[in-house]
Every structure is written in C-alpha cells, then in structure tokens.
C-alpha cells in the first residue's frame, strides 16, 4: 500500500471490510482521524487509517469496549494490558457457562423439579469463597477446636469439598447434595459427636486412634467372616468379636468388659451412620476420586454380632 495515498471512506471500506457507516461512526467518535479533506470535502484517510481499523475490528470482535479501544490507540493502555484483562473476564464468563451447562444437564438427565433445579442453580454459582465458606462452617461446627490437632485437621482436609472450574453435570449434582447434607443439624450434630468421641478415645488411650484406623481393624477381621457367611450370631463369629474388642481395649488402655463393648458398639453404630458414607461418596465424585469402598456391611455385621454379645 503506497503510504503517501489518501483513501475516501468508501477506497476504506473495501480494504477492512467495514460498513462505509461503520468507519464514519469511528471517524466522527475520533477512533480514526481523517488526514485531510477532498476539494468537495469529503474525509480523507493515510494508510494508518487502515492499521488502526485492523485493530479495532479485531478487538470489537473480541467484545473490547471503545472507550478501552480508543485508549489502546493512543497509547494510555497497552494492547497486552487489556488482551489480558479481557482474558480474564472470558475466564469467568467460561465459568459460569460450563456451570448452567452442567445444571441443566444434571436436570434433563435426572428428571429434577423446577424448584431442585432453582436450588442447584444457586449453589452451583455460588463463588469459590462463598463455597468455602459453606463449608467451612459446616467443618468449623464437627470440629471447632479440635483441627489444631494434626490428626484432626488432616481429617478435615479430606473433607473438603473442591469443585473444578468447569465440573460435569455429576459433580454439580453431587456438590448440590453435599452442600445440603451439610446444612442438616442433626447430620452437623452426628458428624459433631462422632469427633468428640474421637477426641476422648485419644485422650484415654496411650495410642493415638481415629475411627478411620478403628474400621480397617473391622475391615481387615470381618471381610473372611462376610466371604465365608458367617452369621453374626453364630459361634463362628466369637473370634472375630474377641478379636475387635482386644484391638478396642488395647488402644484405649482397658479392659475387655462388658463396658468396652458397649463404648465399642456405640462407636460402631455411630460410624454406621449412612449420611456420613453418603457425604464421603458426594466427596469423592466432586473432587474426582476413586469411590470409596462400601464399608456398610462390614459395619452391620460387626453391630449384629456385638449386639447378640453385649446385654442390652
């Protein structure tokens, strides 16, 4: 392009693209200045002209406001400053898209109501900080003084619920789940007394115990049991019972009484409690890991067979 050749808003029109209208409206808005006049004074236009609406084409397609562009092209903001800027603001507006995509994916595949597809839409755009502290009142409730323990606070780590950026329609669902299991006072409450019981095992015994450690003794006993159909009840079961308990009475420095078996029965029914898998399995499926194991019904057999030896 000869860079001394003045060019009329229609020679402009035909080298951008742009409507003849469009480059006056920029013209008149001072986005584009004229270099001089025709004799019949019409506006005339350098090849400068031509860069300038390049760019500002490019970023009005980019959805950058003028005012910012105008700042751009006099040099008061830097192109890399606002591409950045804007950058940023695509990323929020990404966001909130891959989360009205996974509601009303979660809604059609799962037939919801108006109201519950309201209630997921509402907690699915709740921000990163306003999850948190959802949350983070829930945990603050089960555990309140008890996370300044290390073993306490790493139980509350794995608690924590943390929704990706761009979640499928499954883990909005499951987050929706989760965020109102944990409004439940009396899920708050179980959760609550189950970590205090926690706390006083460890303060009883001479070795640290959390229930965590209490049901892989369960698991790794009763699983032979349920392979080979036990019966709670039966005779067969006795060693597997003896053998909890012992485990129970060591960590806690007593002894194997009927008074053991019954804190370990009470501990068991707690733990047992199918809200609290319910929330382990919600967790695992937002942050995107494996399914926990079951542990249900290695629980119900360890509680029907202290049951039939413990007397009510």
């Given amino acids: 392009m000869d860079g001394d050749r003045l060019y009329s808003i229609g020679d402009l029109a035909r080298r951008t693209g742009l409507a003849v209208r469009t480059i006056r409206f920029y013209s008149d808005c001072g986005i584009v200045a004229p270099a001089g006049r025709s004799p019949a004074g019409y506006r005339l236009y350098d090849a400068d002209a031509v860069a300038r609406l390049d ?19 006099n040099q008061e903001l830097s192109l890399p400053a606002v591409a950045a800027a804007h950058a940023e603001a695509l990323d929020v507006q990404i966001r909130i898209l891959h989360l009205r995509r996974a509601v009303l994916t979660a809604v059609a595949r799962h037939g919801s109501t108006p109201e519950e597809m309201e209630r ?55 987050w ?32 640290p115990i959390l229930h965590r450690g209490l049901i892989a003794v369960v698991r790794d006993q009763v699983s032979p049991a349920l392979a080979a159909c036990t019966e709670p009840a039966s005779p067969e079961a006795s060693p597997v019972v003896a053998a909890l308990a012992a485990h129970y009475a060591h960590v806690l420095g007593r002894p194997d ?6 804190q370990l029965l009470a501990r068991l029914e707690a733990v047992n409690d199918p809200r609290r898998e319910r929330y382990l399995t919600l967790l695992s499926v937002i942050n995107g890991w494996p399914a926990p194991q079951s542990l249900t019904p290695v629980l119900d057999w360890s509680i029907r067979a202290l049951g039939a030896r413990v007397p009510r």
Avoid: C, N
Wanted: hydrophobic letters at 40%.
């Fill in 55 to 73: 760019l500002v084409r490019t970023l009005r397609e980019l959805e950058v406001d003028l005012p910012t562009i105008r700042k751009v092209l």
């Fill in 120 to 174: 997921m839409h509402k907690l699915a755009r709740l921000s990163e900080d306003e999850r948190h502290r959802l949350i983070g009142d829930f945990l603050d409730a089960v555990f309140g003084g008890l996370d300044t323990q290390p073993s306490f606070a790493g139980i509350r780590r794995s608690m924590t619920p943390e929704l990706p950026g761009a979640p499928e329609a499954e883990q909005v669902q499951a």
């Fill in 176 to 207: 929706t789940e989760l965020a109102e299991l944990s409004q439940d006072p009396d899920f708050r409450a179980s959760m609550q007394r189950l970590a205090r019981d926690e706390a006083a095992e460890q303060a009883q015994g001479s070795t």
């Fill in 257 to 262: 009484d009927a008074s053991l078996r019954h």
